[in-house]
């Protein structure tokens, strides 16, 4: 097995992720198979319990695992399906070992970060690179493995010493360490300053590590002289210093390094120049220059609970994205707090709440994602009531399934209490309740998680249409609370159709309203399989509607794009 180790220096917030990612691109378009390996640092044992606005969104894989953002990067960019083991966490470290000490596996020893926590470490690592991500038999060529955090952190000292270790033990052509750092430009001098970069090297080489390869972000392209400088102060081949600029989409980023030669310096170091053919990065190119030229564009108002954060939706605003440049668009999110829709927020910040409502009365469709508790719950029910009445195409997405349905049961039916049981467990109209397949009082891995398959009821409903298939789908879920199967006759007279189920028909998938022109609502996440290239068909439906195109592309789909 060969290793690519990601490490970040000076700043977090690099793009580390990115940068990893597009690495595996650039190499798997060399013919080579590559899998990924994220670290993070943090005692949790997964990226499951925490807040959007801590850590992002909290990206969930085909086995349940809920992981950090970047595993999604790596599937989008890099077209496979990772398990939870390929994310790599201090909790879950910790816990394995004193797991083992629990039941004596030690025999008597003093169990120490040093040897028992790195050994840990470096066994987790070299059992979970040699299993296949890309549905193929036999390991991967290449592993990419990103070290999450910045260089000097307390907390990924472990870490580094495993890495050191295994660079150790695997030798020198095996073992290729890429470090990200910033190159500053201060606003007084106007000049690229190269002193953070040289600090964090230097750190990084007092903990054992040599980089072979420096990856350095900026805002313009570096100087010459600049990477003279690096290269003398930081012992790396002016070769080998490569320049990840300030570029109009990410799309750019696998193009930028196979453009300054970093496939080749990274197979040469790896002894597989030999195995290798030339990149094909053709689709890539086509991409990020499709994209940079469109000139249309549709208003998306995206009614939510972090909106504060992008990061917090960014596998939604990425599956925009694909459906987006699909349909040769592109994407303008508005973002909108949904507690700003409220009539409270009409006496307790009137200019917020009168610029949320223009923002969404201008918008071309309107998506309310996913989120946990109450705060903001009655703006995203005005904002599903808003779009049903003046028939703006809607999707919501987990809780915006569920608001979907509460609207109709308040403002149809005329059920004024109706509400989920996860908001007021007294409701005398439990429209959503809480369905066991995990636990009230554990949060952590105690979701329906995963991937789950969905049955289609009709052949002729329209998501059914969209997914070209009259059976099922399988995609991947994150919640506790579902529709309630009692009450769903009486949400159907309304026109209100569930028309995607489980396998035991007890709980509801997909609901569309009929005489609408899209309004949709998935208890699923179809934003996390959704790819370049490949954008998930309820996306691509919502944006076609949008765009008033549903109806043509219905009659004669043209591979997913038009």
């Known amino acids: 097995m060969k290793y ?25 378009a060399c013919g080579l198979r590559v899998t990924s390996i994220k670290i993070d640092p943090y005692l949790n044992t997964d990226a499951g319990t925490m807040s959007p606005f801590e850590h992002g969104e909290v990206f969930v894989l085909d086995d349940g695992g809920e992981v950090d953002l970047d595993l999604g990067n790596y599937e989008r960019f890099l077209d496979f399906r990772l398990t939870r083991d390929n994310n790599i966490t201090t909790g879950k470290i910790y816990q394995s070992v004193l797991e083992k000490e629990r039941r004596g596996d030690y025999l008597g020893k003093t169990v120490q970060v040093v040897p028992h926590i790195t050994d840990a ?45 295994l660079f150790f033990s695997v030798g020198q052509n095996n073992f290729c360490l890429i470090h990200v750092s910033l190159i ?33 972000r900026s805002a313009q392209p570096l100087l010459e002289g600049t990477r003279q400088k690096l290269s003398q102060f930081c012992h790396v081949p002016v070769v080998n210093i490569l320049n990840i600029h300030d570029v109009p989409n990410i799309w750019h980023i696998p193009l930028l390094l196979k453009n300054q030669n970093a496939h080749d310096a990274v197979l040469r170091h790896l002894d597989l120049l030999s195995v290798a053919k030339p990149p094909n990065l053709q689709e890539w190119t086509e991409r990020a220059e499709t994209f940079d030229n469109l000139t249309n564009s549709v208003r998306i108002a995206m009614v939510g609970k972090y909106v504060g954060m992008a990061d917090s939706y960014l596998s939604v605003v990425k599956a925009l994205l694909h459906a987006c440049i699909a349909c040769s668009l592109k994407p303008v999110i508005d973002w909108i707090a949904a507690s700003d829709l409220e009539d409270d927020s009409a006496i307790s910040a009137p200019e917020a ?87 009230k009082t554990h949060m952590g891995s105690t979701m329906r998680l995963g991937s789950r398959r969905t049955l289609f009821q009709s052949p002729d409903c329209l998501i059914a249409r969209l997914y070209r298939n ?19 006759s009486m949400l159907e007279e309304t026109g209100l159709k569930f028309v995607g ?46 765009i008033g195109q549903l109806g043509p592309y219905l009659q004669n789909p043209r591979n997913g794009t038009l």
């Open 4 to 28: 690519v180790l990601v490490t970040g220096g000076v700043v977090s917030g690099l793009g580390k992720g990115v940068t990893a990612s597009s690495i595996g691109v650039v190499l798997k």
């Open 121 to 165: 470490i470096k066994n987790w690592i070299e059992t979970v690179s040699v299993i296949p991500v890309d549905g193929k038999e036999g390991p991967a060529d290449v592993c990419v493995i990103e070290l999450g955090g910045t260089v000097g952190d307390i907390e990924s000292m472990p870490f580094i010493e495993a890495l050191r270790q």
């Open 184 to 216: 500053p430009v201060l606003g007084v001098v106007g000049e690229q300053k190269t002193k953070p970069t040289q600090h964090s090297v230097r750190e990084l080489r007092a903990l054992g590590l040599t980089p072979h390869f420096l990856a350095c």
């Open 353 to 439: 709440h009168e610029t949320a409502w223009t923002t969404l009365r201008n918008a071309a469709c309107i998506l309310v994602p996913g989120g946990f508790g109450d705060r903001g719950v009655k703006g995203m029910i005005l904002a599903a009531k808003y779009a049903r009445e003046n028939r703006v195409p809607y999707l919501g997405i987990c809780l915006g399934m569920q608001i979907s349905v509460i609207d109709v049961a308040r403002n149809v039916l005329g059920l004024e209490r109706a509400n989920s049981t996860e908001f007021d467990d007294q409701t005398p109209n439990p429209v959503v309740i809480f369905m066991p397949e995990g636990s």
């Open 470 to 488: 009259s059976e099922y789908v399988d995609e991947r879920h994150r919640h506790r609370y579902e529709v309630n199967p009692d009450m769903v």
């Open 501 to 546: 189920k489980d396998e035991t028909r007890k709980r509801m998938e997909i609901v569309e309203l009929t005489d609408h022109p899209f309004y949709v609502g998935v208890q699923f996440h179809p934003e996390f399989k959704s790819r370049p290239g490949r954008p998930s068909p309820v996306f691509l439906g919502f944006i076609l509607a949008a």
